[in-house]
């Protein structure tokens, strides 16, 4: 018989198994099933109410310091800060993140009275039922899909809508601590820039006094605005820093990026410093042989008042921003699907269970009909493999009926005490 014999009658060999044996594993697939379903009568149903979220972009205001005071959790906790997430997480990830924690679990729990309504007498094993009918999900979109379920439609739902005005209000504590840390941060800024501003002007107006006729032309005043405008982004460029500096572990992305914006600004504020002395002379509307003192003086004191006052006002503006995002209170995360009360039960899917019941049935059925076949073909055949299998059904034999004369015997002594 060649190979391609051999492998035709192996395959109609198996089919021949299944046709001789097919009312078995017809019965034992049907009754697995049937059974499966009927149990899953008895189950109770689950809803499962669904919310889609997403967090709107922020408005970038040109100073990185305005967008780091509403960042709320994504600034406090996006990669490599002191309450470390990946550096590859996103907005996203870290709320949801969020919502699956057990500080959002347990201001839940609190407010719908769980312990008493699962029954679980204690915190832990409450928030750990919880926690097992919550699902939350970031899609490539950067969506969140939230989902609870309950035997309850309607309790589903709230807890659905409390999941999402508890992640709001973490979210805005979060953003009011860092506001107000960033605040104060600011505040002791601007003591100082007040009292350098006072300080100028006093030497401004000392000097003016006593040269009267000394000013400077619109190219040296532009330029003194330039340098001005610079210090003042300097400024909050290093105020910015120390708060990366309060948020972020060292050597954190933003920190040597923000770093490297000093050292870029400072460059600027050399180029425009080390002009030539000249350049200064000819911006000069004084006599010639006063320059080099008067002039320079007159440089030096409009360019620091103006630096001064630059300062001044950007260190204001920030300390207000600052202020009224430490008392926001409105939702950071909007709503775009809210919860609804599920009309339809999410599980059990009785139709699903009773079909891989019943496969799971039949597939055993399958392997043991196989294995009756193999047994009969050798006992058939008189070879060693069934002398061997006659030996192990004796020891089974032997172990099932001292198994039974144990319990009768048990059972024995029992009545007759």
């Known amino acids: 018989m060649t190979e391609n014999n051999k492998k035709e009658a192996g395959f109609w060999d198996i089919i021949a198994v299944f046709i001789k044996w097919r009312r078995l594993l017809a019965v034992s697939f049907l009754a697995a099933a049937i059974f499966t379903f009927i149990v899953s009568l008895f189950l109770p149903n689950w809803y499962a109410s669904k919310a889609l979220l997403f967090q709107p972009q922020q408005e ?42 057990r500080k959002v679990a347990e201001m839940v729990i609190a407010k719908h009275n769980l312990i008493s309504y699962y029954g679980t007498k204690t915190m832990e094993k409450t928030v750990n039922e919880f926690s097992g009918h919550l699902d939350v999900k970031v899609d490539p979109n950067g969506m969140i899909n939230v989902s609870f379920e309950d035997k309850d439609p309607r309790h589903a739902a709230a807890i659905t809508e409390t999941l999402i005005d508890v992640l709001n209000k973490v979210n805005s504590e979060a953003s009011a601590s860092q506001a107000g840390a960033t605040r104060k941060f600011i505040e002791e800024r601007l003591e100082q820039a007040k009292s350098d501003l006072v300080k100028a002007e006093n030497d401004y107006r000392d000097f003016q006094q006593k040269n009267k006729a000394i000013s400077l032309d619109e190219q040296m005043k532009a330029v003194i605005g330039s340098l001005a405008e610079l210090r003042g982004q300097q400024a909050l460029a290093e105020i910015e820093l120390g708060v990366l500096r309060r948020t972020f572990l060292p050597g954190h992305t933003s920190i040597k990026q923000q770093e490297a914006k000093i050292d870029e600004i400072k460059k600027q504020i050399n180029l425009l410093e080390e002009g030539s002395p000249d350049s200064i002379k000819e911006a000069l509307s004084i006599p010639v042989a006063a320059a080099p003192n008067l002039g320079l003086e007159l440089v030096r004191l409009t360019r620091e008042l103006k630096i001064q006052e630059t300062i001044f006002e950007l260190l204001t503006q920030q300390y207000e921003q600052a202020k009224i995002q430490e008392k926001k209170d409105t939702p950071s995360i909007q709503t775009l699907d809210s919860p609804s009360i599920p009309e339809k039960k999410s599980r059990p899917r009785r139709t699903v269970l009773a079909l891989m019941a019943g496969i799971l049935s039949m597939l055993m059925s399958t392997v043991a009909v196989f294995f009756q076949e193999f047994i009969n073909r050798h006992k058939e055949a008189g070879t060693e493999t069934s002398k061997q299998l006659e030996k192990i059904q004796g020891v089974l034999r032997e172990d099932l009926f001292f198994i039974r004369s144990f319990f009768m015997k048990k059972r024995s002594s029992n009545l007759r005490s």
């Open 60 to 101: 970038s205001g040109g100073l990185g310091l305005s967008s780091l005071l509403g960042s709320g959790l994504s600034g406090l906790m996006s990669g490599g800060s002191r309450m470390a997430l990946p550096t590859f997480a996103t907005p996203s990830d870290i709320y949801a993140s969020v919502l699956k924690s």
